[in-house]
């Protein structure tokens, strides 16, 4: 019989300020029922530093430490120095970041967290965008979407240049664990924020996190959305251990095409067919390649 | 430990050894690396139990220790010149986050064109940060200092970060004789951070938040009030330093033979030390000129400039950094505070120093020369070469 894996404790208010259908909300929840009370979240400029609600409230049963942009990496160094040297013990040390604080601005302090084995966990909430600012465009915004800063209008016809490997650059790092999650699997969520828990050293964790007014759907679709993205190969479940292996989490059958994916969302709406037939091959290479990394090899 | 015979750097380590520093976090540049060094060689020692985190950039330094100082760790770091420019964004954060940071700077000059001289261009770029600012004269001072600052800023009543200023090479690279106190004496002045108002483990606690105009403007009203009461506090402190240490440094502003002096010059950091020699020679041979050294630069002692100036017919600022647009940032502020004073003696500016060239007893003579025979409203450069030709008069 299957058992309910989602603990019943929330340590994020029902009372916060995302929008309706906010996956980095979603993201936030999840992954504070994994992680518990004594968790102290560092976070930058973000969504999310309006999400969490202005002084004097706070959405979160966890202590909350706000900082600039660039610093994620730093603040969590500096809370589990402090932590080690005041000899305060099990205490979960969580950056919480969005795309554009970790693969852009912020990827030099990340960077500088994994290589000095900083015992916290890295999590990157990705929107694809910088979405704070009004859907500027990021590093981490994948080809052909419009945003604001790469819009469709004469020769240009969204982002020309591909999502950033961020994972990749990550596991370059060989931190002791390394995952993508996606709140439309909470299980698989859940059960990710769990093996983290246990584990001591950098941990990073790229969250998948639908924005409806970033990408231009409405906002009960985000599930659905998510769910899209995951068997279609756009965004594949996978974790790293320390010693290098990947394992695929989610192998459903075949992919499903991207098109129903990118169809559903407004920021993809101009791409033609042979566009959105360039990505599909795009995102086949990418899932084979990622097969080609997992253990065990497919049958 | 005694009597020892080291450098400025080595004081401003000695000092966040004796501070009981719990986190550390720096990143090198000349010519503060030596601080740095000598911090790694402590807690690899094991004289030094902390938290050494060696970070990628001031940027990351800064933060590091601000969100550890955030936990209630007491904490310390050591930069220059680029390194403190780098950290200006987390300089507001760490005053705006009211984290008692007690930080080493040692003044460089800053690019382009590359110059490690000694300049206070560094320091001065940092007034409007929200941190406490100290220029010491001498390794003694920067050891002592660094002590006071800890107090002084962990103080319930200021809880704001500090910055112990100490000139490139003429205190940085430069070995004097420096009393060091015993841990016994330094514990007895600096007890473990009492740090309350910090993030609490198990807590829905937020520290930094985002707020309307009301209450943005209530917390930088609290870092105004919180600066305020820095010299009464700063009064006492030093005070009990005394008392365990039979030193005193003189306050913020800490004068030199001004009780009949007609003419005062206003200096920092090194330049006091050539300047008291020049006052002790003009004195001999007749003339009435006194010295006050700018101590403390940050709260600004505007009170203790109106006192002094009470009693004073010229006064002369002599700076070791040039404002772009303006002139000495140290003679622009005497000139502000002296504004509103019932007695308001001429303030006039000298600009002397930068990027490492020698003020000199003779530079310091001519300054003197030149406010006995009535100064000048535009700011001066003392030590242009011939070929030089001056910006102003
Ligand atoms: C140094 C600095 N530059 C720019 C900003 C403005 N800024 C605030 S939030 C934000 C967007 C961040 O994007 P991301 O990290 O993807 O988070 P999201 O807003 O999408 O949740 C930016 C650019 C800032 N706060 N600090
Ligand atoms: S803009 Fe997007 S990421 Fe930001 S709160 Fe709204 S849904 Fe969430
Ligand atoms: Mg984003």
Redesign the pocket.
């Known amino acids: 019989m299957a058992k309910l894996t989602i603990p019943a404790e929330e340590y994020m208010y029902p009372g916060h300020a995302a929008c309706p259908g906010c996956g980095?909300a979603l993201a936030m929840r999840l992954l504070l029922k994994g992680l518990g009370p004594r968790t102290i979240v560092s976070m930058?400029?973000?969504?999310?530093?309006v999400i969490a609600t202005p002084y004097p409230t706070t959405a979160l049963a966890t202590g909350l430490l706000d900082h600039?942009?660039?610093a994620t990496g730093a603040s969590i160094s500096g809370l589990r120095a402090a932590a080690d040297a005041m000899g305060l013990k099990d205490l979960e040390i969580v950056g919480f970041?969005?795309?554009?604080?970790?693969a852009d601005?912020g990827l030099q302090s990340l960077s500088g967290m994994l290589e000095r084995r900083t015992d916290a966990i890295y999590v990157m909430?990705d929107?694809e965008?910088?979405?704070?600012?009004g859907i500027?465009r990021?590093g981490?915004t994948p080809a052909g979407a419009w945003t604001t800063t790469t819009p469709v209008a004469g020769a240009s016809h969204g982002k020309p240049e591909p999502k950033k490997d961020v994972m990749g650059i990550v596991r370059a790092h060989h931190p002791v664990y390394a995952a993508t999650l996606n709140p439309s699997f909470p299980e698989d969520f859940l059960r990710k924020v769990e093996r983290a828990r246990g584990l001591h050293g950098p941990r990073f964790l790229h969250v998948f996190s639908p924005c409806p007014p970033g990408w231009k759907y409405s906002s009960e679709r985000t599930i659905e959305l998510g769910r899209l993205a995951t068997d279609s190969g756009i965004f594949p479940l996978y974790e790293v251990g320390e010693d290098g292996v990947l394992s695929i989490t989610r192998r459903g059958g075949a992919l499903k095409p991207v098109a129903e994916y990118f169809r559903a969302q407004g920021r993809f709406a101009h791409l033609t067919e042979a566009e959105i037939a360039a990505i599909q091959a795009a995102a086949r290479a990418n899932w084979e390649r990622l097969l080609r990394l997992a253990t065990p090899p497919p049958a | 430990m005694g009597r020892q015979v080291i450098s400025g750097n080595a004081a401003q380590a000695h000092a966040a050894r004796l501070a009981r520093v719990q986190v550390v976090s720096a990143y090198p540049i000349t010519p503060q690396t030596t601080i740095v060094e000598t911090i790694a060689d402590f807690v690899a020692s094991g004289e030094l139990p902390a938290q050494y985190v060696k970070v990628e950039s001031e940027h990351s330094a800064l933060q590091c220790v601000l969100s550890a100082s955030a936990l209630g760790a007491r904490t310390y770091t050591a930069t220059s010149s680029q390194g403190l420019l780098l950290m200006h964004?987390v300089l507001h954060w760490a005053a705006g986050m009211r984290a008692p940071i007690v930080m080493g700077v040692v003044n460089r000059a800053v690019a382009p064109p590359w110059s490690l001289g000694s300049d206070h261009a560094d320091t001065m770029s940092q007034r409007d940060t929200g941190w406490i600012q100290f220029y010491a004269e001498s390794n003694q001072e920067v050891l002592d200092t660094v002590l006071l600052a800890y107090r002084l800023a962990e103080d319930p009543a200021v809880r704001l970060p500090a910055m112990v200023a100490e000139d490139a090479f003429y205190l940085s690279h430069t070995f004097e004789p420096v009393e060091i106190p015993s841990a016994g004496e330094v514990d007895r002045f600096l007890p473990p951070r009492d740090a309350r108002a910090v993030l609490v483990p198990g807590r829905g606690l937020r520290l930094g938040s985002f707020t309307g105009p009301v209450e943005y403007v209530q917390f930088r009203r609290q870092v105004a009030d919180a600066m305020e009461r820095v010299p009464a506090v700063l009064r006492n402190v030093e005070r009990e330093f005394e008392e365990i240490t039979h030193r005193h440094h003189g306050g913020p502003l800490s004068t030199y033979r001004t009780d009949d002096a007609d003419t005062v010059l206003v200096t920092m950091g090194t330049a006091t030390t050539t300047a008291r020699g020049v006052v002790d020679q003009l004195r001999a041979e007749g003339h009435r000129v006194g010295l006050a050294k700018l101590r403390v630069f940050r709260p600004f002692p505007a009170e203790e400039l109106r006192a002094l100036a009470d009693s004073v017919g010229r006064m002369g600022v002599l700076d070791r950094s040039f404002t772009f647009g303006e002139h000495g940032a140290a003679a622009t502020e005497v000139r502000g505070a002296l504004y509103g004073a019932p007695r308001r003696p001429s303030v006039s500016s000298y600009l002397g120093g930068l990027g490492g060239r020698d003020i000199t007893p003779g530079l310091v003579r001519k300054v003197y020369r030149s406010l006995e025979s009535g100064g000048s409203e535009l700011p001066t450069w003392v030590d242009l070469l011939p070929e030089e030709a001056p910006a102003h008069g």
Request: hydrophobic content about 30%.
């Open positions: 980095a930058p400029a973000c969504c999310w530093t600039p942009i660039e970041a969005g795309d554009g604080g970790t601005i909430y929107n965008a910088y979405m704070n600012t500027q990021s981490s | 964004e």
